[in-house]
């Protein structure tokens, strides 16, 4: 697909959504640079909320796509940053929105950090105004992609609002978040794990360099989806089974349903959803760097593929497996040492460039991909009701 010619692309509906999946890597480098500008002051901000309260509830929260950045970082942050002075939750807006009651504590000084494309999506700005409503001493952190949203503008001269902009290109036109979901992930975790800035910089480094990679193998994606799969499963552990939920939902939105998909984690999978496995399914299990985890990973790809069911069954992963198979993507051991909230980054535009062949190969129009209309970039029908 990025090797198709411009009027090719356009005539497929592919053209934005190519254009903005390849740019990622180029964008986390310039996500990296603008975060190193506002480094000090964002760090200054965290500092005076901790030093006024003993603990800190902080709510990474959003819809959708923007939901599922909290839930792909929250296992890294609670595992290696999460102290007393920070309580790390993920709670999309849809939740927040519908049952204020029982998700906000009027008492417990709470920092929403929401996650938003285009910042006007009617349940991102109900959750702040929810939040004001419901918790004494409320605070905000708005990452976003449009400086013009109602988000970020309702930043504007408040003390208890800190606002980051991600890159210009990352605000997608397309209908699918590709880069606004990676460049605000990142963003996220440099803002709130206490690794060095030296760390940071080598781990950008990789995850630059494993980008391009997705995009240089762009033919062995391509032999992927000319297995002509029915239906996908994307599987991870940690912060790789949040990432699969973003995963399945980019080839679910691309090809507008007319391929069936599901997620889980690799141990939860055969609780049940190991049934929808047939003989049309491509499964993609996105393989751990913890040692341990990678365990329970490399054990369900090895069952599934005993089991002699799926039509395929890929392992995505920084290193090559030990019973690696054609079927399988690994960046040759790039990023082997990377935390698996970071190694998504890279993993997911290996998702990102699988949904946008699949549409092509079913004659959808990924940067238009609803025929019906019923589905848009920026969610609408959405009744906010008063809440007292």
């Known amino acids: 697909m990025f090797q198709l010619k411009e009027s090719d692309l356009k005539k497929r509906g592919a053209e934005i959504t190519t254009r903005e999946i390849k740019q990622q890597p180029s964008l986390w480098q310039e996500t990296w640079r603008n975060f190193e500008k506002r480094a000090e002051e964002s760090k200054a901000f965290l500092e005076r909320l901790e030093k006024k309260h003993a603990a800190l509830r902080i709510i990474f929260t959003g819809a959708g796509t923007s939901a599922y950045v909290g839930d792909m970082i929250l296992p890294h942050l609670k595992g290696e940053n999460e102290m007393k002075e920070r309580i790390f939750e993920a709670i999309p807006t849809t939740n927040l929105v519908s049952n204020p009651a029982q998700y906000f504590q009027a008492d417990f000084p709470t920092l929403l950090v929401s996650f938003a494309r285009s910042g006007n999506s009617p349940e991102s700005i109900a959750a702040v105004e929810l939040g004001k409503k419901c918790v004494q001493d409320f605070y905000q952190i708005t990452i976003t992609c449009a400086k013009d949203g109602k988000l970020a503008r309702s930043a504007e001269e408040d003390e208890n609002h800190l606002l980051l902009l991600m890159p210009e290109k990352a605000n997608d036109q397309g209908f699918a978040m590709t880069g606004s979901f990676t460049c605000m992930a990142l963003t996220a975790l440099l803002l709130f794990d206490t690794f060095s800035s030296k760390n940071h910089a080598k781990w950008v480094r990789e995850i630059v360099e494993m980008g391009e990679q997705v995009i240089q193998k762009e033919s062995f994606l391509q032999e992927l989806v000319d297995l002509d799969f029915e239906r996908i499963v994307y599987l991870g552990s940690g912060s790789l089974a949040g990432l699969a939920r973003e995963a399945q939902l980019k080839i679910l939105e691309l090809t507008a ?52 069911v799926a039509k395929g069954v890929c392992a995505i992963s920084a290193s090559k497996l030990q019973d690696a ?64």
């Open 325 to 388: 198979h054609r079927t399988d993507f690994d960046f040759g051991g790039l990023g082997n040492d990377l935390p698996d909230a970071y190694l998504a980054l890279p993993f997911v535009m290996i998702a990102q460039t699988l949904a946008l062949l699949t549409a092509v190969r079913v004659s959808n129009l990924p940067d238009t991909p609803s025929p019906s209309g019923t589905v848009n970039r920026v969610v609408k029908g959405v009744t906010i009701h008063s809440f007292n």
């Open 257 to 308: 349903g007319k391929i069936a998909t599901l997620f889980d984690s690799s141990m939860g999978f055969r609780h049940g959803p190991k049934s929808f496995v047939n003989q049309d399914t491509l499964v993609i299990d996105f393989v751990s760097n913890d040692a341990y985890t990678k365990q329970y990973d490399v054990d369900i790809i090895s069952e599934l593929r005993e089991d002699e």
